[in-house]
């Protein structure tokens, strides 16, 4: 029996979850958010929230922008205690600065600064900037949602649309027995023909096909979406 959803969201980066959060808000439960990672591991950089993405946050959910903020909050303290250790030799008090970027010439000398600090942005602006690592950002948004309403090692490889019955279906795999790749995505790339179909080379007992059933898809697969790739296939856009 094929699992259905009213929403599926393939993708669990910080746009498929913060979609998931506002559908929740909103009184949708019958969903699942699918990210094709084998495991939700510490992988990405880091990366700052600038002024509107946290105001679209904090519409999309309170307690989500409230989440985000300190966890990047408890980001830029331990940066900065790794940045200026305390030492022994001297302990005398410096005067507290705001942090800042500095950009410098050839020379190494100062030719522009900028303050990084939430208040300073939230001063010019009417909201801070926060820097946090990719991972915790996905894992405050996840911590968000149901535990059992996002689920990673779903690949998708097919997307049909079923015609008269108001479903689409999505079909996927797991690799349930390959250790999870670090660099969170699949090494074995495919090429559109082999997306459509997924092949009997495939098929050995590592890999498991799931289809599920949808009313509505969203497809928050990054910058390679095998979604937009399957639907678009044949334009030239």
């Given at each position: 029996?094929?699992?259905?959803?009213?929403?599926?969201?393939?993708?669990?980066?910080?746009?498929?979850?913060?979609?998931?959060?506002?559908?929740?808000?909103?009184?949708?439960s019958n969903f699942i958010v699918l990210d094709q990672t084998r495991?939700?591991?510490?992988?990405?950089?880091?990366?700052?929230?600038?002024?509107?993405?946290?105001?679209?946050?904090?519409?999309?959910?309170?307690?989500?922008?409230?989440?985000?903020?300190?966890?990047?909050?408890?980001?830029?303290?331990?940066?900065?205690?790794?940045?200026?250790?305390?030492?022994?030799?001297?302990?005398?008090?410096?005067?507290?600065?705001?942090?800042?970027?500095?950009?410098?010439?050839?020379?190494?000398?100062?030719?522009?600064?900028?303050?990084?600090?939430?208040?300073?942005?939230?001063?010019?602006?009417?909201?801070?900037?926060?820097?946090?690592?990719?991972?915790?950002?996905?894992?405050?948004?996840?911590?968000?949602?149901?535990?059992?309403?996002?689920?990673?090692?779903?690949?998708?490889?097919?997307?049909?649309?079923?015609?008269?019955?108001?479903?689409?279906?999505?079909?996927?795999?797991?690799?349930?027995?390959?250790?999870?790749?670090?660099?969170?995505?699949?090494?074995?790339?495919?090429?559109?023909?082999?997306?459509?179909?997924?092949?009997?080379?495939?098929?050995?007992?590592?890999?498991?096909?799931?289809?599920?059933?949808?009313?509505?898809?969203?497809?928050?697969?990054?910058?390679?979406?095998?979604?937009?790739?399957?639907?678009?296939?044949?334009?030239?856009?």
């Amino acid at each position: 029996m094929i699992d259905t959803y009213d929403i599926v969201v393939v993708g669990a980066g910080p746009v498929g979850l913060a979609t998931a959060i506002g559908l929740q808000q909103r009184g949708i439960s019958n969903f699942i958010v699918l990210d094709q990672t084998r495991d939700f591991r510490r992988v990405g950089q880091v990366i700052d929230l600038l002024p509107n993405g946290l105001k679209a946050l904090n519409y999309i959910g309170h307690s989500a922008y409230e989440a985000v903020q300190k966890t990047g909050m408890e980001f830029l303290k331990k940066a900065q205690a790794n940045q200026n250790p305390e030492t022994t030799i001297s302990k005398q008090k410096l005067p507290k600065t705001s942090p800042q970027w500095v950009v410098k010439n050839f020379k190494g000398e100062p030719i522009h600064s900028f303050p990084i600090s939430y208040e300073s942005w939230f001063k010019d602006y009417g909201e801070g900037r926060v820097s946090i690592s990719w991972y915790d950002l996905q894992t405050t948004l996840r911590n968000q949602l149901p535990v059992e309403q996002v689920k990673a090692n779903h690949r998708c490889i097919n997307v049909v649309d079923e015609g008269n019955t108001g479903y689409v279906r999505l079909d996927f795999v797991s690799d349930a027995a390959i250790e999870a790749n670090p660099y969170a995505h699949w090494s074995n790339r495919q090429n559109d023909e082999d997306t459509v179909s997924f092949n009997s080379e495939h098929s050995g007992q590592q890999f498991q096909k799931k289809s599920i059933r949808a009313r509505l898809v969203v497809a928050a697969d990054g910058i390679n979406s095998t979604i937009r790739r399957i639907v678009y296939k044949g334009s030239k856009r």
